[in-house]
């Protein structure tokens, strides 16, 4: 008999459906029935691409003595932390505490049918394994220590909660925010041990794309230690598009490598990291006119509108790290595979030189694809011309994708989440206003379209996640932030104004319900939403950028847009509640970092007038977009449209002689107007 799970529509919970444990979604009947029976709360949280949390739900929660144990002596919780990053992040932060620092999903929290956490890990094995107790043993202790020790267990409570309201209550620095502080951080970025100077990236295995962190890193080139910054950024991106993180058949990356050279990927696919991704290999492309760069962005793209599209306009959050129960099974490769797939044994040997491909393989018996050749050594290997090389690779490549799409393919999590879909949307709209690729921006413009109808909410905000038709939860600050960034890029690459005023809208509405005025910096979660034992901040940028920096970044841009000195202080004090942790931690604040940049660097304010669809218009935005200016917000517009004086940095700003303009400004002190990209090339 399907439980209670089979109501609701999160992917996560609907895996779970099924199973012999008497499961409550997070909610008010849970707790009443908790403290109706003084049962301590079992809380699991997981997302339905995660491998371990598909684990722990086939060993323990479909096992009917275990489940049976369960329904005994705990009230049983399930929760997608994709659809509450609130109750993830709090009970995170406890099993973070009460783990020496480790964490990670699927994440186990017995909680007080108050909701304070008392204790917690992450998985459980069904046995005793490697020194972890099995999760009936760990059931049977906690439910015993409970009904024998409250005394221990409401103390253990306390001190947690106390923790967890320490943490969420901090205060804006009042220490000043300075440039060493950026200079400090590469500098501390660089250290070894931290940087890993041979494949790029931070830390050993398992090793995770630092996608946030990458485009600052190559922002900062007019620091003193710009070159060095760089160099990270450029060696990073450079070992993760040869490795096997990376899709080298259909595009896109896989979340993180279990090794520390990203050749065997953990093979989820996240909307989030390709967004990010995708942003952080246009970046590289702007700063050093690599055209690799740019097809990495391409390719990344591509393979989320293909692959994550959804009917409404919107994409979905991930792809499945197993296929019919196995990891990779359907992005591994045999000799056997090559031979079925290309009948001509030089392509074969072309591709097997290419990306690795031995009867050995590199991952259980099978080649996970990476790039190990050049495509000239892999030619000379193959007894082909290097000069047929790069066409026979392309037409061998899109074969094998064929075949491989063939296969069965792994599971999809549909539902639209709103922070996700507003960095998409970046990604999107500005790689359609760099690269001169409308396509993307129509793309762009579905995405926007989609979170301003369905994925709005009754009261003006945002939805968090949406599917078949159905929201159910309020959206949090990253969800106002990034949609609120993703709508400034979309005004940039279209020139539309009712981008940049939804935009000014939504940070509007975000600024009064996020903002912390007490203490500084933005909560998680708003002002109205449901009270849990303690409201947190959202503020490292791992593995997406937090609520706390997309907000700063949101009301940083707005106010120079806008002249708005108000939003620029509110965006500051974001910065300022992080300001303690950036010098101990920058790897894990990579877009705070940048924000930090953006706030203390001279302002500039690129102005675009013209009409809508005037080849002169496009050219100038095409050279304001050539080159990365990280320091710069762009805005573009027609002086017909309705609106355009509203904007200040718009206002009185006309054509000259009757030809587009473009209006370089510090602090909206602005130079003469040029008409022409070259003028224009030599103010920037």
């Known amino acids: 008999m399907p439980n209670r799970l089979a109501h609701e529509t999160s992917p996560y919970l609907l895996q779970h459906a099924e199973n012999p444990v008497d499961w409550f979604p997070w909610g008010e009947e849970a707790f009443a029935r908790a403290r109706a029976e003084d049962r301590p709360i079992l809380l699991s949280v997981g997302y339905s691409a995660c491998h371990w949390c598909h684990v722990m739900e086939h060993e323990s929660f479909s096992d009917p003595a275990t489940a049976a144990l369960m329904n005994e002596r705990f009230v049983n ?6 659809e509450r990053p609130d109750v993830d992040a709090l009970y995170m932060e406890a099993v973070v505490a009460l ?62 909660t106390g923790h967890l309201r320490e943490s969420a209550e901090r205060a804006a620095s009042a220490e000043p925010l300075t440039v060493d502080l950026v200079d400090d951080a590469i500098e501390r970025l ?115 509108d293909r692959e994550l599209s959804l009917p409404e306009g919107g994409l979905a959050s991930a792809q499945d790290a197993d296929t019919e129960g196995h990891e990779g099974l359907t992005f591994v490769w045999t000799p056997a595979d090559l031979e079925a797939a290309l009948p001509d044994p030089a392509d074969r040997a072309l591709v097997a030189a290419r990306f690795g491909i031995t009867p050995h393989g590199n991952f259980e018996g099978a080649t996970v694809l990476s790039v190990v050749a050049g495509v000239e050594e ?3 290997a193959a007894g082909i011309d290097p000069a047929d090389a790069p066409a026979r690779l392309e037409a061998a490549r899109a074969a094998l994708l064929a075949v491989r799409e063939r296969r069965p393919q792994p599971a999809r999590d549909d539902k639209a989440v709103a922070a996700w879909n507003g960095l998409a949307l970046s990604a999107f709209a500005d790689a359609g206003r760099v690269l001169r690729r409308p396509d993307l921006v ?4 579905r995405i926007a379209e989609f979170l301003l109808g369905r994925g709005s909410a009754p009261d003006g905000g945002l939805w968090r996640a949406w599917r078949a038709g159905t929201a159910r939860v309020g959206g949090f600050a990253d969800d106002h932030g990034a949609v609120a960034e993703g709508l400034l890029a979309l005004h940039a690459a279209t020139g539309e104004l009712r981008w940049l005023q939804e935009a000014r809208r939504l940070g509007a509405r975000a600024a009064e319900r996020f903002h912390d005025d007490e203490r500084g910096g933005f909560f998680l979660a708003p002002a109205d939403g449901e009270a849990l034992v303690a409201r947190t901040k959202d503020l490292d940028d791992n593995p997406a950028p937090s609520g706390n920096a997309l907000l700063t970044g949101a009301l940083l841009r707005l ?49 675009v007038v013209g009409a809508a669809g005037d080849e002169r218009r496009d050219a100038l935005v095409a050279e304001a977009s050539r080159r990365l200016l990280p320091h710069a917000v762009l805005v573009v517009a027609d002086p017909a449209d309705p ?26 002190a602005c130079r003469r107007p040029v008409t022409t990209p070259a003028e224009l090339a030599d103010l920037l």
């Open 559 to 607: 106010g120079r847009v806008y002249g708005d000195a108000g939003w620029e202080r509110l965006g500051a004090s974001g910065l300022r509640v992080a300001r303690e942790l950036l010098p101990r931690l920058p790897h894990a604040f990579g877009r705070t970092l940048a924000l930090l940049d953006l706030y203390l660097a001279t302002p500039q304010e690129i102005a």
């Open 643 to 668: 609106g355009f004086d509203d904007v200040p940095l718009l206002a009185g700003k006309g054509l000259v002689d009757g030809a587009p303009a473009a209006y370089v400004c510090e602090r909206f």
């Open 77 to 82: 919780v399930k929760v997608d932390r994709e």
């Open 442 to 445: 129509a793309r762009g413009r």
């Open 190 to 304: 660089e250290q070894p041990g931290l940087f890993d100077r041979e494949q790029g990236g931070f830390g050993g295995a398992p090793k995770f794309p630092p996608s946030s962190l990458l485009p600052t890193l190559l922002g900062l080139a007019h620091r003193p230690r710009g070159e060095q910054a760089r160099a990270m950024a450029t060696l990073t991106l450079d070992r993760m598009a040869d490795g096997g993180i990376h899709d080298q058949l259909g595009g896109g990356f896989h979340r993180y490598a279990v090794d520390g050279v990203w050749l065997v990927p953990h093979f989820e696919k996240m909307l989030y990291d390709n967004a990010l991704l995708a942003s952080a290999y246009l970046a590289g492309y702007q700063a050093t006119g690599r055209e690799r760069y740019r097809d990495v962005t391409l390719s990344t793209l591509a393979y989320v």
């Open 378 to 380: 892999a030619a000379v």
């Open 99 to 160: 783990n020496q620092g480790h964490g990670g999903w699927p994440m186990t929290v017995f909680l007080q049918p108050d909701g304070q956490a008392f204790y917690g890990g992450t998985y459980y094995p069904p046995e005793p394994r490697h020194g972890m107790p099995s999760f009936r043993q760990l059931l049977e202790a906690i439910s015993d220590v409970y009904r024998s020790e409250p005394d221990r267990v409401r103390g253990q409570a306390e001190q947690i």
